[in-house]
C-alpha cells in the first residue's frame, strides 16, 4: 500500500509539475505551486524531488519515454512514407492530449546546455532514416533529394508543433492531413502514392493518455518509503527515436 500511495503521488506531481512548467516556464515555475498543483505538502514533494531540475528532469524522461514508445507502436506499416505519416499524426495527438509530454519537450528544447534528451535532433534522425528506407524501397520520385526533404519534413513538422503550443488545432488531424495531402504527391512515385494514406493508416490509432492520478489525503504528506521507478526512469542513458544520443546534461535549480 506504501509503495501504490508513492506511485500515486509521484504520477501527481508529474502531472502538476508539468502544468506548471507549461503555464510559466523552468525559470519561472515554483516548488509550491507544484505542490499545490498535485494536493501533496512541499515535504512530499521534496521525498521524491530535492530540487526543480530533478522535478525537470523527471518530466523529460516521461515525456521522452512516452514519445518514443508511441513512435514505436505505430511505426508498423511496410511502405515506409506510411510509417512517417502515421508517426507525425500519432506524435501530434499525442502533444496535443497529454500535457506532459508537451512539457517535457519543450524542455528539452529551452535547455541551453543540452547533450542527451535532445528530441528534435531524434526527430530529425527518424525522418531521414525513414526517408532513406523509403528510397531503398524505390518509394521516392527521381527528382527528390533526400537532404532536403528530411529538412522540409522536420521544419514543417516542428513548425506546427511550436503553432501548437498556442494553437492545439494545429495539431490535429485535419492539420497533419492536410500537410500530407500535398506533400505526398510531390515525393512519391505514382504507383506508391495510389497506396499512401495522409490521414494515417490504421496503424496511427492512437493510444489512451492515462488519468491524472488522485491523491487522497493520506498520500498528501511525506511517503514513508521510495516509490519504485516508472518506465520513463529505466530508460537507457542513450536511447532514440531510432539511434543514441550523447550523455545527460546538467541543469541548475
Known amino acids: 500500500m506504501k509503495q ?8 501527481a506531481l508529474l502531472q502538476a509539475a508539468s502544468e506548471t512548467f ?11 505551486d507544484i505542490s499545490t498543483g498535485a494536493g501533496v505538502s512541499v515535504g512530499a514533494l521534496n ?4 530540487t ?3 522535478v525537470a528532469e523527471a518530466v523529460e524522461n516521461e515525456a521522452v519515454g512516452t514519445l518514443r514508445r508511441v513512435a514505436r507502436a505505430t511505426g508498423r506499416h511496410e511502405q515506409a512514407l506510411q510509417r512517417l505519416t502515421d508517426i507525425s499524426h500519432t506524435l501530434a495527438d499525442r502533444l496535443m492530449r497529454d500535457v506532459v509530454a508537451r512539457a517535457g ?11 542527451s534528451l535532445d528530441l528534435l535532433q531524434e526527430w530529425q534522425g527518424c525522418v531521414q532514416q525513414l526517408i532513406a528506407e523509403a528510397a531503398d524501397q524505390g518509394s521516392l520520385a ?20 511550436a503553432l501548437g503550443r498556442r494553437n492545439s ?3 490535429s488531424p485535419p492539420t497533419l492531413t492536410a500537410f500530407w495531402r500535398l506533400m505526398l504527391p510531390q515525393i512519391a512515385t505514382e504507383d506508391v502514392l495510389e497506396e499512401l494514406m495522409p490521414a494515417g493508416s490504421p496503424y496511427a490509432r492512437p493510444e489512451p493518455v492515462p488519468l491524472p492520478a488522485a491523491v487522497g489525503a493520506e498520500d498528501s504528506q511525506e511517503p514513508d518509503e521510495p516509490a519504485e521507478p516508472g518506465e520513463a526512469d529505466s530508460l537507457p542513458r542513450r536511447a532514440a527515436l531510432n539511434g543514441p544520443a550523447g550523455d545527460r546534461r546538467k541543469r541548475t535549480a
Open 52 to 54: 526543480k531540475a530533478a
Open 169 to 171: 488545432e494545429w495539431l
Open 47 to 50: 521525498f521524491h524531488f530535492k
Open 105 to 115: 519537450l519543450q524542455l528539452s528544447y529551452a535547455a541551453k546546455d543540452r547533450t
Open 4 to 11: 501504490e500511495r508513492a506511485v500515486r503521488t509521484r504520477r
Open 142 to 161: 527521381r527528382t527528390v533529394d533526400q537532404q532536403e526533404l528530411a529538412a522540409t519534413i522536420v521544419a514543417a513538422t516542428t513548425g506546427i508543433e
Open 22 to 32: 507549461e503555464r510559466h516556464g523552468y525559470d519561472q515555475a515554483r516548488l509550491s
